[in-house]
Structures are given as structure tokens and as C-alpha cells.
């Protein structure tokens, strides 16, 4: 039998507490997201707090903090012009998107220091990195207090273009063997995709009727 620790949460600090989630909660996808600065300079950030939510029409969330002395620039771009985008990070963009993490005085253009190139989006007037393999043109549908104390806010963004690299699409989808963006797991540890298996559910006899 397995044997488990049980930690309350009331006994955890925020730090402690972000260790544990960040590492149950893994391998997680990596929006690495494009946000126009007041200059017009182009902002990139990495954020792994990041899920699909719809599909009908197309919404994703990022969950962006903490920001109790200042408000990240992603999350104070993103609120002035209500649009973004997200870009997809391959094996070889791990240490380019690591280094756009760093701590950048407000307005600085990532993609002009670090020399990432951008591409024009088709949608939306945030351009997107042009050698991320999946782009997500986004406009912010909501923007929710998740009333934590460390005041993240989760960006709801719609998506109206997508951006996907052609050697990666193959008979409507992404091809899960071709298209392999990395995950974060925690610090600085990531995922790197590697075997995919086909598993479908055993079917049940029970149930035969009814699907
Ligand atoms: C792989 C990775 C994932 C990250 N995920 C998040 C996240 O989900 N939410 C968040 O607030 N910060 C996250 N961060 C930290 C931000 O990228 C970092 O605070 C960055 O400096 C924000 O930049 P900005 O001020 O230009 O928006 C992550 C960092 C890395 C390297």
C-alpha cells in the first residue's frame, strides 16, 4: 500500500505552499506571451499557470502574480490594450523564453534586448514569436481578482487566430508526434516530451447500450 504524508494547508506559508501545487500540478503547458508596451516595445513573459477552457468559441486563462508591490507588465499591458498573444516553446526556445523571465524595468522591449524575432499577427495588432510552432491570437474577454494574497489575476482571453506551424498540422490537428513544446514542472526543471501512447477506455458491456 502506498503510504502518505498529510500536510494541512492551514500549516503552509505561500512559499510552501507553491512548491507542493506547482509540483503536483505537472508537466504544465507554457504560454509564452507577447504584450505591446505603452512605447509600442514588444514584452514577453513565460507563464505556466495556463489552461484551455472552451472550445466554442476558443477561451484559454493565465493566472498572473503575484503583484502586491507592482503589477507584472504582461497583466498591466494586457489590461491597456486588451489583447495579447500566446507562443509555444520548443526544446530550442527554453533558454531565450527562460530569459525573458528575468526582471525587466517596466516598458523595455524583451524581444528587442534579447533579439527574438517577432512575426505580424493576422487578428490583432500584438505580434506573435515567429519560430514558436502554435500562436494564439488573443483579445481579454474577463480579467478576475482571484482574491489570493498574493492578488493574482486570471486573464480570460479569447482566441480569434490561430498561428500554427505547417510542418506540425497534419489532417486538421496538431500532430501530437511532431508537435512537442516543453512543460514546466517547477524551479528551474521542464518537461521534454517524449513517447506518446494511444490509450482508449476498455469498452463496457454495461454501457453499450446507452453510447
Ligand atoms: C517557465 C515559467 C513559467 C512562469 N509562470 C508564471 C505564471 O504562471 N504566473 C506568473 O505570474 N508568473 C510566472 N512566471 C514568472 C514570470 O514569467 C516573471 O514574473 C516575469 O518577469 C513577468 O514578466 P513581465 O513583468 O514582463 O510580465 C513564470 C516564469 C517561468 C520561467
Not at 500540478?25 to 504560454?31: E, L, M, Q, S
Not at 503583484?67 to 486588451?82: C, H, P, Q, V
Not at 474577454?141 to 498561428?163: N, P
Amino acid at each position: 500500500m502506498t503510504t502518505h504524508l498529510s500536510i494541512a494547508v492551514e500549516s503552509l506559508d505561500g512559499a510552501a505552499a507553491y512548491k507542493i501545487i506547482s509540483g503536483i500540478v505537472v508537466p504544465r503547458p507554457i504560454a509564452w506571451v507577447a504584450s505591446l508596451n505603452p512605447d509600442g516595445g514588444i514584452n514577453l513573459a513565460p507563464f505556466s499557470s495556463f489552461i484551455f477552457l472552451t472550445y466554442d468559441p476558443p477561451k484559454i486563462g493565465i493566472s498572473i502574480g503575484p503583484a502586491t508591490a507592482w503589477r507584472k507588465d504582461t497583466l498591466s499591458n494586457i489590461e491597456r490594450t486588451g489583447h495579447f498573444t500566446t507562443n509555444s516553446v520548443s526544446v530550442d526556445q527554453l533558454q531565450p523564453m527562460a530569459n525573458t523571465s528575468r526582471l525587466y524595468p517596466a516598458g523595455e522591449s524583451e524581444a528587442h534586448h534579447l533579439g527574438i524575432a517577432l512575426a505580424p499577427s493576422d487578428h490583432i495588432v500584438t505580434p506573435r514569436i515567429a519560430d514558436s510552432e502554435a500562436s494564439m491570437e488573443c483579445v481579454v474577454d474577463k480579467i478576475l481578482s482571484l482574491e489570493d494574497r498574493d492578488a493574482h489575476h486570471l486573464v480570460i482571453g479569447r482566441v480569434v487566430g490561430f498561428q500554427i506551424a505547417t510542418h506540425v498540422f497534419k489532417h486538421d490537428r496538431l500532430d501530437p508526434a511532431l508537435y512537442r513544446p516543453v512543460g514546466r514542472i517547477g524551479g528551474p526543471h521542464y518537461f521534454i516530451p517524449g513517447e506518446v501512447r494511444g490509450v482508449q477506455p476498455v469498452p463496457d458491456p454495461r454501457l453499450s447500450k446507452k453510447s
